[in-house]
């Protein structure tokens, strides 16, 4: 089993629907996870951290945690076709800063 | 655009060449990572640098050599690379390594070896 897994897409989903992504980790000791963006050709780009079980809100985006069943989310409401990019899950297990990421999602978001 | 600066943003070399890539931030973070991004797949950790001191190393070919000179310059020194050493390759920082302090990335420098 992958420690960090993440549905690969494409996830299509039309302007100013809602796009849910979703990541599941194995190591629960897990105990920062993060999200980046990243577009095509460029480098990761943070987009939410979240520590403790529940929603954080930041603009368009919500992470969601369940450290319980071992799940961390991204949604993003009013989709826009700027937010077409790879979303990478990243999580921080044990000592120190070390980051596992997931495969990506691609989310495409069409007019 | 990001803090964390990466120079050069393109870079092709030979097998036999010697080149360096530079990174630069001045948040006055503590912590410093080299990571490699092959087409399609998510990065992967390389070296670390806490406190300018060499930290983390994932079992990194020799031919790849890091340098921290000081808080807010990190190298990765090339020689001898290999054609499936062609990657981005891309420098982050963190306030220190403490586990709930962000990584932000640089740029990134695209290599290709010939």
């Known amino acids: 089993q992958k420690e960090v897994e993440q549905n690969s897409g494409p996830l299509s989903v039309p302007e100013g629907a809602i796009a849910s992504l979703n990541c599941t980790y194995s190591?629960?000791?897990?105990?920062?996870f993060f999200w980046y963006r990243q577009y095509s050709g460029k480098s990761p780009e943070l987009i939410m951290s979240i520590y403790s079980n529940g929603d954080k809100e930041d603009g368009r985006f919500t992470a969601q945690l369940n450290k319980a069943s071992q799940y961390v989310s991204l949604l993003i409401r009013d989709s826009q076709p700027s937010d077409s990019a790879t979303y990478l899950c990243a999580l921080v297990t044990g000592g120190g800063n070390k980051l596992t990421f997931g495969t990506g999602t691609q989310l495409k978001v069409e007019l | 655009d990001t803090e964390v600066t990466q120079t050069p943003k393109h870079l092709v070399m030979g097998m036999t060449n010697k080149k360096s890539l530079k990174c630069e931030q001045h948040?006055?973070?503590?912590?410093m990572y080299w990571y490699k991004q092959k087409a399609k797949k998510p990065p992967e950790l390389m070296f670390v640098y806490s406190y300018e001191k060499l930290s983390i190393n994932e079992s990194v070919p020799s031919r790849f050599s890091p340098e921290c000179p000081n808080s807010s310059l990190l190298n990765l020194h090339l020689h001898a690379l290999q054609p499936e050493d062609s990657a981005l390759y891309l420098c982050?920082?963190?306030?220190?390594?403490?586990?709930?302090?962000?990584?932000?990335f640089g740029d990134g420098t695209r290599l290709s070896i010939l």
């Open positions: 190591d629960r000791v897990s105990q920062s």
């Open positions: 982050a920082s963190s306030q220190d390594m403490d586990s709930y302090q962000p990584q932000h």
């Open positions: 948040m006055g973070h503590r912590a």
